[in-house]
């Protein structure tokens, strides 16, 4: 069972939209990560947002903690095909992120 | 410097039978976290080391699954009579502490 919940769970979209992927729970998390994971490889830390509505920006790349440290959005600006992958969110509980639980990831294609 | 390494990269064996996997964290790395993730599933926590000791082995979901780490470094994750259900990607992580985790490519498990 997730206790970590993703959508959409398949995105495909045109190379220059924009998209928003969805982690959502009923936990709070001290900090919640976003990972991206290509085919064959072990997932890649993207951010890592600690503060009930932090906003964190990674160029084209913006994510938000919900105020109540319970979910997250990753919004992504006139995507590229480069963006292709599967986006993962995490949710880490006590002081450090030890003990991480994953979302079931949001496979995105960018198409050219 | 090199990152965290797996051995085998596929493996393939049949049921009943016995598997180790391998994994090489960041040198001075002392915290080393293993994880499974199943075919369009996120990475699910299974065991979490500090040093030489198993910190946190509450994910490991039965008897059959045994990892050590006896000299700080190196850890193998040990799988007696396998079934066809244990078939999955297994990542390990390390990290300095608890801080950021840094993921291997994995080992492709495919119990036949």
């Known amino acids: 069972t997730q206790l970590l919940e993703q959508s959409p769970q398949f995105l495909s979209i045109q190379e220059g939209e924009n998209l928003t992927v969805y982690c959502n729970s009923s936990s709070v998390f001290s900090s919640l990560q976003w990972y991206r994971q290509e085919p064959g490889e072990g997932p890649v830390l993207l951010v890592t947002?600690?503060?009930?509505?932090e906003v964190k920006k990674l160029k084209r790349l913006t994510f938000q903690f919900g105020d109540a440290r319970k979910d997250s959005s990753l919004h992504i600006t006139a995507a590229q095909p480069g963006d292709t992958g599967l986006y993962l969110c995490?949710?880490?509980?006590?002081?450090?992120?030890?003990?991480?639980?994953f979302g079931s990831g949001t496979q995105l294609t960018v198409l050219p | 410097g090199a990152g965290v390494s797996q051995t085998p990269s596929n493996k393939v064996t049949e049921k009943g039978k016995y598997v180790e996997l391998r994994c090489d964290p960041i040198?001075?790395?002392?915290?080393l976290y293993w994880y499974r993730q199943s075919l369009g599933q996120g990475p699910e926590f299974l065991i979490y080391f500090q040093g030489t000791g198993a910190a946190d082995d509450s994910g490991l979901p039965n008897d059959r699954f045994f990892a050590v780490r006896p000299e700080g470094s190196v850890s193998t994750l040990k799988i007696q009579r396998t079934e066809r259900g244990d078939s999955a990607v297994y990542l390990c992580?390390?990290?300095?502490?608890?801080?950021?985790?840094?993921f291997g490519p994995g080992t492709r498990l495919t119990v036949l």
């Open positions: 040198s001075g790395h002392t915290a």
């Open positions: 995490a949710g880490a509980k006590g002081g450090s992120a030890r003990q991480l639980t």
């Open positions: 947002v600690v503060t009930g509505g």
């Open positions: 992580a390390s990290s300095l502490q608890g801080d950021t985790q840094y």
